[in-house]
């Protein structure tokens, strides 16, 4: 017998972990592999190469992301040979299980929940040497009756397999990587809500895993587990061998609750070099009504404590979210949650919009609140008592302007001005998303000097540009710009050619401005830094901008060269 698992991820980068926790099942008992596609490859593509496995069984693991792909690719495939056995997994078909047979007939068995016990049984079953009512955890219709059996124990994490496989090329990848099943809390919108129990991985397995993964050079490991410092012993441990053992470029990515950090993980925390680990807290809102509603309890007052203390360490990206669409959070209640959270001056502000998963308790409400959503995956809102469409849109053009403008950075220093000009940050960002949107649009792929221009001629149409703001543009566009010349509302030239390289082989210079690349040449130094003058000073652009001394300038007669 032939089984092939088979997963399509949404990005190229990204790993299924599914399919080869099942594979790694299976792969004693049968001729066992899997495949991985992206939603991005033509269907035809998906469905010949598949067929060209003549596998019996074919096995997808479904998501939000890759469900309508799915449904499409299976039917093509039976549709080429009807005697496939086809097997869907995953949260898109562990829930409302009867209507998704029935509406899609290419599929013939559901394994809902967890899998890697229920599709060893499945494959005995197959191979004829269990019956059908013995394998947990499988639904399907028979005669047009509707069969679901009974649920399996839930696994111990003990049990659980390393899903990797040494010999993959997996440098620069996203991996992903559990160490606890569950969750502390019950948010009505997650589905975590619907798994009981928490269960964690031995702590010296954890650690074998981990060696094994920064072997192999991911760009970054993303932790899956809910929430990371539900037992802080057991993350400090974690955090601890990784800063033991991880002399590479892998970054780690946990989910954690910050109102849940003690002293001695922040202490842990202090220890960390730049960029290694990077943290996703859910906010969600403030407001208690909303939290009530949502079975969640937010210390504010900690939160906001904990994450300056993090952010003081210069060390740790932070990405906090807030989601629109959650019950009693009308616009202005959003408005006030967002305001609380930009003081944060965090890296990353994501503004969700609520997705009515199968399986989570607010689907369940979608009566109680007067929720309307699309009937295709993700599920998103569109509308429910508390907050309208047109609400929903205008939400959705700051979310473009904020990822754009505050979460890519690069515009630190003009938005230090302009926040002093408005009365919140949610009226600074809805007075830029409409001007974008009207001059430009705010559902297109935009350069970053179509940006910077866009935000000059709204400063202008605003009647606030100043000198001050053209300055902060300018430095901002100088730092993230660096192949480009300026634009022409800019008052600065760019050093070039040989005036500019005989200044960074100066040795003294190096000393004092480049000591970070005092070992590179000067051909990859270019890349990377540049020297602008403006307003009669110098300064040098790498990350950041920093004033170059009076006395280089007059020693490399810097303003003879305004031109070159």
Not at 21 to 32: C, I, P, R, T
Request: a negative charge; charged letters at 30%; glycine letters at 4%.
């Amino acid at each position: 017998m032939k089984v092939v698992f088979v997963g399509i991820n949404a990005k190229f980068s990204h790993t299924n972990i599914a399919i080869r926790y099942l594979n790694n099942e299976l792969k004693d008992m049968v001729d066992s592999s899997f495949e991985e596609f992206t939603i991005n490859e033509p269907l035809e593509k998906i469905v010949y190469e598949l067929h060209k496995k003549d596998a019996d069984v074919l096995m997808f693991s479904t998501y939000i992301w890759n469900i309508d792909y799915v449904r499409k690719v299976i039917t093509s495939l039976k549709k080429i040979k009807p005697s496939y056995t086809i097997v869907l997994g995953g949260p898109e078909v562990s829930f409302e299980k009867e209507s998704f047979l029935r509406a899609n007939p290419a599929c013939d068995y559901i394994i809902y929940g967890e899998g890697e016990r229920a599709m060893k049984e499945f494959i005995l079953y197959k191979q004829g040497e269990l019956s059908i009512d013995e394998v947990h955890n499988l639904a399907y219709i028979n005669d047009n009756r509707y069969i679901k059996t009974e649920e399996a124990p839930l696994i111990d994490m003990k049990d659980l397999s390393f899903p990797y496989e040494d010999e993959e090329a997996l440098e620069h990848r996203t991996l992903y990587y559990e160490a606890q099943r569950g969750c502390p809390y019950r948010c009505s919108f997650c589905l975590s809500s619907a798994i009981k129990g928490l269960r964690y991985k031995p702590i010296e397995l954890v650690k074998n895993d981990l060696d094994r993964l920064i072997a192999m050079k991911p760009s970054i490991v993303k932790f899956i587990d809910r929430t990371f410092n539900s037992n802080e012993d057991f993350a400090i441990e974690i955090i601890e061998h990784i800063l033991k053992n991880n002399k590479t470029n892998t970054k780690f990515h946990f989910e954690i609750t910050l109102d849940r950090m003690s002293d001695r993980f922040y202490e842990t925390l202090k220890k960390l070099p730049k960029d290694m680990v990077q943290f996703e807290i859910g906010l969600q809102s403030i407001n208690p009504q909303t939290l009530k509603a949502i079975q969640r309890h937010n210390d504010l007052e900690r939160i906001k404590e904990h994450s300056q203390m993090i952010k003081e360490l210069g060390t740790i990206h932070q990405h906090i979210d807030l989601i629109a669409g959650l019950p009693y959070e009308d616009f202005d209640s959003f408005k006030k949650s967002f305001n609380y959270l930009y003081d944060f001056k965090i890296e990353k502000i994501q503004l969700g919009f609520l997705k009515m998963l199968k399986g989570s308790l607010v689907r369940s409400q979608e009566e109680t609140f007067g929720y309307e959503y699309t009937d295709y995956a993700p599920y998103e809102v569109l509308k429910n008592e508390f907050l309208s469409t047109d609400e929903i849109i205008e939400l959705k053009k700051i979310d473009y302007v904020v990822d754009k403008i505050y979460n890519e950075g690069s515009f630190k220093r003009t938005l230090e001005i302009l926040e002093r000009v408005y009365t919140s940050p949610f009226a600074m960002f809805e007075d830029l998303a409409n001007f974008i949107d009207e001059n430009f649009g705010v559902d297109k792929t935009i350069k970053k000097e179509k940006l910077y221009r866009l935000v000059y001629e709204f400063l202008k149409a605003k009647n606030i540009l100043s000198d001050e703001l053209v300055k902060a543009l300018s430095l901002d566009y100088a730092v993230n710009v660096k192949s480009q010349a300026p634009l022409d509302f800019m008052p600065f030239t760019k050093l070039r050619g040989d005036k500019l390289h005989s200044i960074l082989r100066d040795e003294e210079f190096r000393k004092t401005y480049l000591w970070q690349y005092i070992e590179e040449k000067n051909k990859d130094i270019v890349n990377k830094v540049a020297i602008i003058l403006m307003d009669g000073a110098a300064y040098l652009v790498d990350e950041d901008v920093e004033r170059i001394s009076d006395d280089y300038v007059q020693r490399y007669n810097l303003y003879k060269h305004r031109s070159v």
